[in-house]
């Protein structure tokens, strides 16, 4: 056990399956002699060689699809896209074949996409997005958005045992802001169970990715008010632990889903659908949903921190919730 | 730089050069004979009602089909697409799987989940291709990364038509392909129609094939209606992809000689260019040049065309009996589970 960055943590069990399991290897622009444009592979390619840290042409589409034939001939291809943003030149090739090859023609396609992904410090239109609810949207696509550097390297070798194509959502304003103790043996994280971030019994905050912190951080402001907040951390979007949200939901009786991807068609619609169908004679208040607005990321400091959900608009829902 | 035009394929000396015996030839035949044969009945099928949505053919490429299949190894693989049953045949698909397939059943090789030619099976080295195409041509290029990584000496072949290579797809995956020397060979079906769309609107350059300079390796235009030629180079380039030679460009050129779908009646071809292109019908001409050349009897062509007409059949028959998918298995598999990854092919 020992303290690591989330980032350490991700390049630590990117490193631990690389050394277990000859098939796995990294392919990406920049992930070999630089190490990555976020340094997550960083003297990857001295260890490992060129033939298993592979930089790429500028071509996500090759990258994608370049794993997906690696794949289907027995590889474990993990690829890097150097911003998650960039995922979009590799639509086709996710959503197209790697989503649907094993429904229809029965060969698994296990490959992981890593994805820097989300705002927070300018990076403008197109390095900042939380692109996860459009894929979420696909089936035959899993979803992953660690919150813990420990839950950053489990999820990252479940991601890699995985039988299907994973989308792994590393969040870049976690990379080295956030700190915490990750055993340094392997260990897989499973998909689809929630882990309960905060305890509380008067409103359970549900989120994901660094909303988590934000989430917190929230939750300590209005316990000083006598307000009592959970906060769950989903980890996984597909699949998604509906029960943990569910019995949460139903324990506290009000609900406040919150994300850092945009509001309209975002994730936290199916939950708060999901919440409203299932459990809706235990509430004591409407679910709310705190997102980004419909709007792209905008660049300048100011509009990205109106943009993006802050501790006090949590606050004020929780306060808003509350009070109902 | 020019690209290199084949000859085509002219004596029996120069075929058995090649590595192709008297039986590998009334092999070609019969695949050739049998990939049109259930194109055909498909047509039958389709006027009788039997097959859902529409229908797709590759009628005048079955020699590039036949030909390109017969020079892959037993370990190569790759993605065929829609002009390309030839491939399936000549890999070992069984044509009831493929009419069971055509027709929506519980035993087509996607079990009623995809239709028409978009099958593979991955013991044969076969991946279904997907109607974005050439989305499954840069796939190929990572399987033939794959190869690399491992070096093993196995090839992927990447199929894509003369439309299709318009798509970025196709200028990333030959790129890399290029750039990494991969063992992969590249087959542009250049069939000269992208649904109603002439060649001279997709693509400025004189051959396709000309673009492999840009990336580095050679470009080869064949004639698609000869089979040995078409067999010939894909064999050269295939053994040249595994021993580390890298890729090839192959423009097999030919007319689509039906509609885009069943239910297009291509009125935009001009009548000529189907009357010309008929007088070079591929599986007339292969049979032409069995009779003169290979001295093939009429006993051995019976055989082979009652043998297929029989397969044909039989084929037909059996399909006709296969159920209907059950809508209780409607969500089986979107997602793979971990055993499944216990196979050959993911080891």
Redo the contacts between chains.
């Keep these: 056990m020992a303290e690591r960055t989330y980032l350490q943590a991700i390049s630590d069990g990117l490193r631990q399956e690389m050394r277990l399991d000859p098939r796995v290897?990294v392919l990406g622009e920049d992930v070999g002699v630089y190490g990555g444009a976020f340094k997550v592979t960083d003297g990857f390619q001295a260890e490992f060689g060129p033939?298993?840290v592979?930089d790429?042409?500028l071509?996500e589409?090759?990258i994608v699809?370049?794993?997906?034939?690696?794949?289907?001939?027995?590889?474990r291809?993990v690829a890097e896209m150097q911003f998650a943003d960039f995922v979009s030149c590799a639509w086709?090739?996710l959503v197209?074949?790697a989503a649907?090859?094993?429904?229809?023609?029965?060969?698994?396609?296990?490959i992981v996409l890593r994805l820097p992904s989300g705002g927070g410090f300018s990076g403008g239109p197109f390095h900042s997005q939380n692109p996860e609810s459009l894929f979420a949207h696909i089936?035959?696509l899993?979803v992953v958005c660690p919150a813990t550097p420990e839950d950053a390297k489990g999820l990252l070798v479940t991601a890699i045992?995985?039988?299907?194509p994973v989308l792994f959502f590393e969040h870049k304003h976690l990379y080295r802001r956030i700190k915490g103790e990750v055993p340094d043996e392997r260990y897989s994280t499973p998909f689809g169970k929630a882990r309960i971030h905060r305890e509380g019994d008067d409103i359970v905050v549900v989120t994901w990715g660094a909303m988590v912190y934000t989430a917190a951080d929230a939750a300590e402001i209005v316990a000083a008010e006598g307000i009592s907040v959970e906060v769950l951390d989903l980890r996984t979007l597909i699949p998604w632990d509906r029960e943990a949200v569910l019995e949460s939901a139903r324990r506290t009786s009000k609900v406040l889903v919150l994300h850092e991807d945009t509001r309209t068609g975002g994730f936290g619609a199916e939950i708060a659908a999901t919440v409203a169908e299932e459990a809706f004679e235990y509430l004591d208040g409407p679910v709310k949903r705190i997102a980004a607005p419909d709007s792209p990321v905008p660049f300048s400091p100011p509009l990205e921190a109106a943009y993006l959900p802050q501790i006090d608009d949590v606050v004020a829902g929780l306060r808003e919730l509350a009070a109902y | 730089m020019a690209v290199r035009e084949a000859e085509p394929v002219g004596s029996l000396q120069e075929v058995h050069d090649v590595g192709l015996d008297r039986e590998d030839l009334f092999g070609i035949y019969r695949s050739m004979l049998t990939a049109r044969g259930i194109e055909e009945r498909g047509h039958i099928l389709y006027k009788q009602g039997k097959i859902p949505g529409s229908f797709y053919t590759g009628r005048g490429n079955e020699a590039s089909a036949v030909g390109v299949a017969t020079a892959m190894g037993a370990d190569d693989?790759g993605c065929p697409l829609q002009r390309d049953m030839g491939v399936h045949i000549a890999r070992g698909v069984e044509p009831w799987r493929i009419f069971a397939q055509y027709m929506g059943r519980a035993d087509g090789?996607?079990k009623g989940?995809?239709g028409n030619v978009?099958?593979?099976d991955?013991r044969l080295g076969l991946?279904?291709m997907?109607s974005?195409l050439p989305?499954?041509?840069?796939?190929?290029?990572?399987?033939?990364?794959?190869?690399?990584?491992?070096e093993e000496r196995r090839v992927?072949i990447a199929w894509c038509g003369e439309g299709a290579a318009a798509r970025?797809?196709a200028h990333?995956?030959m790129?890399?392909a290029g750039?990494r020397r991969l063992p992969v060979v590249f087959v542009i079906d250049n069939n000269q129609w992208a649904y109603s769309t002439p060649a001279h609107l997709g693509h400025a350059v004189d051959h396709l094939a000309d673009r492999a300079a840009a990336y580095g390796f050679e470009g080869v235009v064949v004639d698609g209606t000869d089979v040995l030629a078409v067999y010939r180079e894909a064999k050269r380039a295939i053994d040249k992809a595994r021993d580390g030679g890298g890729p090839t460009l192959i423009e097999s050129v030919t007319l689509r000689m039906e509609g885009h779908a069943v239910h297009d009646d291509a009125s935009y071809v001009p009548r000529e260019m189907f009357e010309e292109w008929a007088r070079r019908d591929p599986i007339d001409r292969y049979r032409t040049w069995l009779r003169d050349t290979a001295a093939m009897t009429d006993a051995e062509e019976d055989e082979i065309t009652a043998g297929v007409k029989r397969l044909l059949n039989e084929s037909l028959q059996r399909a006709e009996e296969s159920p209907q998918p059950d809508p209780a298995t409607l969500l089986d598999?979107?997602?793979?589970?971990?055993d499944?990854?216990d196979t050959p092919?993911?080891?």
């Design positions: 290897f033939w298993r592979l790429m042409p071509s589409t090759a699809a370049g794993a997906t034939g690696a794949a289907l001939m027995g590889m291809p086709d090739h197209t074949v649907k090859q094993h429904y229809r023609a029965g060969t698994p396609i296990p089936p035959g899993k045992e995985d039988a299907n | 693989v090789p996607t989940r995809d978009h099958i593979g991955a991946h279904a997907v974005h989305a499954m041509l840069p796939v190929a290029v990572g399987m033939g990364l794959a190869f690399r990584i491992r992927a970025g797809d990333e995956g790129n890399l750039v598999g979107v997602f793979a589970t971990q499944e990854l092919h993911h080891k």
